[in-house]
């Protein structure tokens, strides 16, 4: 396996050798051939220089910036691999945002009308030409309905759909080189977590995703007063189209000092905790961005959750799981939170149990001690994530979901609450998440499978019971246990007795040999007692022939 070298991958090559270079990978490009190609560039860039100065984390993310939009996604799903990166890269990549320069009105124009098939003047009343967001895939406007409501239009990028195939042709061949050729590789397994990337990347570039979320995350989240989400208008929605109710607010990070004193930042800040507890642990999908851009306060003093176009999926025999995790956190019990953590994952070769738990015990007492400000539950599983890569031991791909996303609600609510802690809200939350999900498998639709179950059961019972009295009447039960060989265990004691029976043998032989040596005989040879010699002769052999066989035979693994 190896990379191709297709001539339309060669810049996406050199850009990505060139971060691999800069950033201290360069024992993977030399295995490539491209790092003379690579160097001699960087040397080119950089004459008149007075020296070298290492690369900062900050610099990644403008480096990713700068080589488009498909790097700028990687980059966001990184800040959420603690196991690939160092604390210092991952803060700094969580930071990154897609602001880039918008592209032309006449484009915008160009997509609705193919999208919506009517005028973009015919589709709304008003249509403000300046974008309020402009990001790698899309961007965003306001717009006025022919029925006056007000509305935001979120319009696609053109040809930003064959961009990223392209980028993904040449980010799978480099991510198959790595994973067959580098330790790294094998042990991350990258075609593994670029193929998880893919799939979230091309479920964010079709808007009738993004627009099905908004409508189960708002339904999901109806009962929480305090925290709302836009709802789609599906009748001017497409796969590159987005219309959706204007709220009227302001990011998180751009109110004034004035504005938090006259909000309730605790309450706001424990009813947005709780609402991601609720979509993670109960309903089971989670707006999984929630960095400040996605955050508003409206001018109702709300919270509104804007752009799910990320959203993570939780399968229920993970979520018991996760909540017994994020509990034992909160309470401090390193070795339950290890327990519950290898529950949820997978372990791979070389996986130590024992090791992995202590370093969850010790992270977790670590943080037991850590002042209100700094008791932050993303920070800690993200941290767990971390020591799970380097023990060999497989998360699932939603996990280092939830841990970026508790990670990001962490920076929010103490935003909105400097003194949250969100162990307390964990603890405090917990019984009423497990009576919301008491209930939900009492749901109508969950009580229908449990009574088709039933059904099928008893359908099945009378022959299996009918089965089981004729072998009991045949006594013809049989118990199938899965244990040691008894016939290869007997042949193995069997084969050790005959060897220290044939090694007792032969030093009878030498001990007798020896004794005759010093019994007068006319019976010589070569001057020597003959029979003395004869057993000397005959013990040399059977102990050359015992030799041999182990040799021969005896190779590791047999019985």
Excluded: C
């Amino acid at each position: 396996m190896g990379i191709s070298l297709k001539p339309e991958h060669l810049k996406r090559y050199k850009d990505i050798g060139t971060l691999f270079i800069k950033y201290g990978r360069s024992d993977l490009i030399k295995s490539t051939g491209l790092e003379d190609a690579i160097l001699q560039d960087e040397r080119s860039d950089s004459k008149g220089s007075n020296g070298h100065k290492a690369p900062n984390p900050s610099e990644l993310a403008r480096d990713l910036e700068a080589m488009g939009p498909t790097y700028i996604k990687l980059g966001q799903l990184l800040s959420s691999r603690a196991d690939l990166l160092p604390t210092p890269y991952l803060d700094a990549l969580a930071r990154l945002q897609d602001d880039i320069e918008p592209f032309p009105f006449a484009e915008i124009e160009e997509v609705i009308t193919t999208e919506l098939g009517v005028r973009l003047s015919k589709a709304f009343a008003e249509f403000d030409p300046e974008p309020i967001a402009a990001a790698s895939l899309g961007q965003v406007h306001r717009a006025v309905m022919r029925d006056g409501r007000r509305v935001v239009v979120k319009v696609q990028r053109p040809n930003i759909r064959g961009r990223i195939a392209k980028d993904f042709e040449a980010l799978s061949e480099i991510a198959e080189f790595l994973d067959h050729h580098t330790q790294m590789g094998k042990r991350y397994e990258f075609e593994r977590i670029l193929s998880e990337f893919r799939k979230n990347l091309l479920r964010e570039l079709d808007y009738r995703i993004e627009a099905r979320n908004l409508i189960t995350v708002g339904e999901n989240l109806a009962d929480i007063d305090l925290v709302i989400v836009p709802t789609p208008i599906e009748d001017f929605t497409t796969s590159r189209v987005l219309t959706m109710e204007h709220i009227r607010g302001q990011k998180i990070t751009s109110l004034s000092p004035l504005a938090y004193l006259e909000m309730d930042g605790s309450i706001l800040a424990e009813q947005l905790f709780r609402a991601y507890l609720e979509q993670i642990l109960v309903d089971g999908i989670f707006h999984a961005d929630p960095h400040p851009g996605n955050v508003f306060i409206t001018d109702q003093q709300q919270i509104a959750l804007i752009d799910l176009g990320m959203v993570g999926q939780i399968l229920p025999e993970h979520q018991d799981n996760l909540l017994q995790l994020l509990l034992a956190i909160s309470e401090g019990v390193g070795d339950k939170a290890a327990e519950f953590t290898i529950k949820l994952g997978e372990a791979k070769s070389g996986f130590d149990e024992a090791k992995f738990t202590r370093e969850v015990s010790d992270l977790v007492a670590r943080h037991q001690g850590a002042s209100i400000e700094q008791m932050d539950a993303g920070r800690i599983v993200l941290e767990i994530t971390r020591a799970a890569g380097q023990a060999n031991f497989r998360m699932p791909p939603e996990f280092t979901m939830v841990a970026k996303t508790l990670l990001n609600l962490d920076q929010i609510v103490h935003i909105l609450d400097p003194s949250f802690d969100p162990k307390e809200s964990i603890r405090k939350n917990a019984l009423e998440i497990l009576e919301q999900r008491m209930a939900k498998t009492l749901s109508p639709t969950a009580l229908l499978r449990l009574v088709v179950e039933t059904k099928s059961l008893f359908e099945k019972l009378p022959a299996r019971i009918n089965k089981f009295l004729d072998l009991v009447t045949d006594n013809d039960i049989r118990v199938k246990v899965d244990t040691i060989d008894e016939k290869l265990l007997l042949e193995a004691f069997q084969k050790i007795a005959n060897r220290i029976t044939l090694g007792l043998v032969i030093a009878s032989l030498i001990v007798g040999a020896a004794l005759l040596t010093r019994v007068e005989t006319s019976f010589k040879i070569l001057g020597y007692p003959g029979l003395a010699l004869i057993f000397f002769a005959i013990a040399a052999f059977m102990g050359m022939w015992l030799v041999f066989t182990i040799i021969l035979h005896d190779k590791p693994g047999d019985e």
